[in-house]
């Protein structure tokens, strides 16, 4: 303690405070939230668009999602690949995350990042960095409550 120097700043702790408070960005959850809110709903009202419009064709409710779901996974792949993905993610925050298309951006976004490593030990060894977690717990979590469910019923 003794080798230590003294502070060269002199300031009271009321001044740090005031200091703090000035120099402290200004919550903006209205914005955020707002912001989330209309691009989540705007990803959401797009693949309700697309289940529809492939319902009239004649394709069943259940073929429609899958198609849908597939589509929009595909959308995020493609739009994290361009880099436009993650400009969204930016400005909209969990609106962006949230939806399958967020899915697809966490699979796809460590696979480019790593490309330079190799297909193999790059892009194949890092997909999974984000969304492997994910997966395992939430496959996990299937096989637990179908066991579950299997032994009470």
């Not at 230590?4 to 200004?26: A, G, N, V």
């Not at 597939?70 to 436009?84: D, Q």
Request: charged share 10%; proline share 5%.
């Amino acid at each position: 303690m003794q080798n230590l120097r003294q502070p060269t700043i002199k300031i009271t702790p009321e001044e740090y405070s005031d200091l703090s408070k000035t120099m402290t960005p200004r919550p903006t959850v209205v914005k955020n939230s707002i912001r989330a809110f209309w691009v989540g709903g705007s990803i959401s009202a797009l693949g309700q668009i697309i289940v529809n419009t492939l319902i009239l064709t004649g394709i069943s409710r259940a073929e429609a999602q899958t198609i849908t779901i597939a589509a929009l996974i595909f959308v995020g792949a493609l739009l994290t690949g361009l880099g436009v993905y993650d400009e969204i993610v930016k400005y909209a925050g969990a609106g962006a995350i949230v939806p399958v298309t967020g899915f697809a951006n966490s699979m796809v976004a460590p696979a480019l990042e790593f490309k330079r490593e190799g297909y193999v030990l790059g892009v194949g060894g890092r997909m999974f960095t984000v969304a492997g977690p994910v997966l395992v717990y939430g496959i996990s979590a299937a096989v637990i409550v179908g066991l579950i469910y299997y032994l009470i019923s």
